[in-house]
Nanobody, 120 residues
Framework: QVQLVESGGGLVQAGGSLRLSCTAS????????MGWYRQAPGKERKLVAR???????DYEDSVKGRFTISRDFAKNTVYLQMNSLKPEDTAVYYC??????????????WGQGTQVTVSS
């Protein structure tokens, strides 16, 4: 079993910054893609950013230039540095990871979510 534990959400004023962290623990052989999704009230959950084994990051258009995703392979942790936050960034942010418990079993896992609220 694998757990993803997130931290770092909170309330911030527009223009401010927050850093989210997500650490995977449990039966881990390797971790492929790690990423962050967000879900605003009444809306679908959408990809914000993801990072592969090669440290290549992909970003949703609205966060490019403001958010940076990174990972610490040794700590099984992914980070999301969010700068120049806007009220429209308000959402519950979920960590997602493709975690292999063996060479052949690599399911996706979700964290419990962390609230990010940006006031205007």
């Amino acid at each position: 079993q694998v757990q993803l534990v997130e931290s770092g959400g909170g309330l911030v004023q527009a223009g401010g910054s927050l850093r989210l962290s997500c650490t995977a623990s449990g039966s881990i052989f390797s971790i492929n893609v790690m990423g962050w999704y967000r879900q605003a009230p009444g809306k679908e959950r959408k990809l914000v950013a993801r990072i592969t084994l090669s440290d290549s990051g992909d970003y949703e258009d609205s966060v490019k230039g403001r958010f940076t995703i990174s990972r610490d392979f040794a700590k099984n942790t992914v980070y999301l540095q969010m700068n120049s936050l806007k009220p429209e960034d308000t959402a519950v942010y979920y960590c997602n990871a493709n975690v292999c418990s063996s060479r052949y079993a690599c399911p996706n896992y979700w964290g419990q979510g962390t609230q990010v609220t940006v006031s205007s």
